[in-house]
């Protein structure tokens, strides 16, 4: 028996510039299906009946992870089943798989995809973190021409986002980084996979001639409105020899940034000194290799 959703109408659109007109037409009345994880759910809790859902999940334009020049592309409908299996997530940028691995589980990672957890725009998003740390940008586009801005700069609060009315997240672009750049990802949850995050942390540190650490990134997830970067937690560690007090103060900076909620899976207490204890161990990883 199909499925029957309970919205004012629906169309499909097989192509990106199908997709675009039909985005144009409807303006705000219109809501993107692509994998249908999140949205599904949405319409089955009573939330947009009154827009018209736009399947775009054909879209084969939108669905890719490759590289283009001197940038990683990841489309908005690349799936993370199609993450965890590219030969792309490797070396550094295995932080990518790593977080896809842990998005629900099999059947979600089969259909739910990037664009579609961004545009989502939940704090606890796996993916959002380590994207973070790779200083990605984001592509929008619509009928009129497309706009490329940070990641960090997409989310304007809980849910919330800059995508204007006929807009769709065409892709993800970043420049990957050195071969010799570690990176981490740490998934706090109940379980994990099929379960929301307690809490996220992401980093990424490469070497430098200063020290151990010369670009430090740490990105945060679960534990503010929106996913973070944690800057004042790498501004006390890059550059800097990684000695117990500096670990410490780089720790205690990145518990500071959060703002947590206390819920049913943690507490504002706890959130926080998980996240201290996980750039902690990250750091601490570094200096013991030196």
Known sequence: M???LPVADDRRADDLATALALLDELGTRARILAGGT????QLRDGHHRDRVLLDVSRVEELRRFERDGDEIVLGALTRY?????SPLARGPLAILADASRVVGGPMIRNAGTVG???????????IVPPLLVLDADIVLECARGRRRLALESFFTGYRKNVLA?????REVRFRPPAPEARTRFVKVGQRNASAISIVTVAALAAPGPNGPVHDLRIALGAVSPVSIRARRAEAAAAGRPLTPETILRAAEEASAECAPISDLRGSEWYRRQVVGALVAEFLESLAARG
């Open 116 to 126: 579609g957890n961004i545009a989502n725009g939940s704090p606890a998003a796996d």
């Open 165 to 169: 009315p006929g807009e769709l997240i």
């Open 2 to 4: 199909p499925l029957i």
């Open 38 to 41: 999140d949205v599904v759910v």
């Open 81 to 85: 089943a199609d993450i965890e299996r």
